[in-house]
């Protein structure tokens, strides 16, 4: 029986293909992703070339903080196993803080909002303002409630929650889709995140025993990206 058992290798041409398949799978989809994202900027009222360079700069600066104050502790918490030297050496403790902004997820979101709520005001007029201003309170208090703040971490504030709230906002405060809808969403998701999920919770930065607490990095940077291309789907 062991006679009937046939072997087939696949020849260099075939592992070379499936290679080169591989990599066209792994190159592929981020850039259809990409594109997908680019698309949803562009119905915002972005050129191509604009939405996608906006996409690409929020993804490359989430890994570029800005340092901007440093909070000095005034004591540190010593574990009893830490309060023994070991081997004569101290036990390094967290003494400060460096609180920084984030490029990506703080720094350009806000700038893209400011623009986008300029040009709306242009077509809409100033009527505009008190909807965004509405929203983006509804947004702050939903991230101010769901944002957990873990000792060690920093700010975690939900993926999703914060986009759909923008997202309901933006279609109950303007009456319905268009552009005013997604402006209004698109503002009340970024601001009112960044105010909810990290402002309203820097007083807790001293307790977190972390080197670097990012506003729109870290635990925050999803949820702003999310809070800038759902709106698209109200545009």
């Given at each position: 029986m062991s006679n009937d058992i046939r072997f087939f290798t696949a020849g260099p041409l075939?592992?070379?293909?499936?290679?080169?398949?591989?990599?066209?799978?792994?190159?592929?989809?981020?850039?259809?992703?990409?594109?997908l994202v680019g698309a949803a900027f562009t119905k915002l009222g972005f050129s191509w070339i604009t939405a996608l360079a906006v996409v690409l700069l929020m993804l490359l600066g989430s890994r570029i903080n800005i340092p901007v104050y440093r909070i000095r502790r005034d004591t540190v918490r010593f574990s009893q196993k830490e309060s023994f030297y070991r081997n004569g050496a101290v036990p390094s403790q967290l003494w400060e803080t460096i609180l920084s902004v984030n490029f990506g997820g703080a720094v350009l979101p806000v700038c893209v909002s400011a623009y986008l709520l300029y040009r709306a005001t242009q077509?809409?007029?100033?009527?505009?303002?008190?909807?965004?201003?509405?929203?983006?309170?509804?947004?702050?208090?939903?991230?101010?409630?769901?944002?957990?703040?873990?000792?060690?971490?920093?700010?975690?504030?939900?993926?999703?929650?914060?986009?759909?709230?923008?997202?309901?906002?933006?279609?109950?405060?303007s009456g319905g889709t268009g552009l005013s809808a997604a402006v209004i969403a698109f503002v009340s998701g970024t601001v009112g995140t960044l105010l909810g999920?990290?402002?309203?919770?820097?007083?807790?930065?001293?307790?977190?025993?972390?080197?670097?607490?990012?506003?729109g990095g870290g635990g925050t940077f999803g949820a702003i990206f999310l809070c800038c291309i759902l709106p698209a789907l109200i545009a």
């Open positions: 075939s592992l070379v293909a499936l290679i080169i398949l591989v990599g066209l799978v792994i190159l592929i989809i981020p850039l259809l992703l990409l594109g077509i809409a007029g100033t009527s505009l303002l008190y909807p965004v201003g509405l929203g983006v309170l509804a947004v702050v208090l939903v991230s101010t409630i769901t944002t957990r703040v873990i000792p060690g971490r920093g700010f975690t504030v939900p993926l999703i929650l914060p986009a759909l709230a923008a997202l309901l906002a933006g279609l109950l405060l999920a990290n402002v309203a919770h820097l007083f807790t930065v001293k307790d977190l025993e972390v080197p670097v607490v990012s506003i």
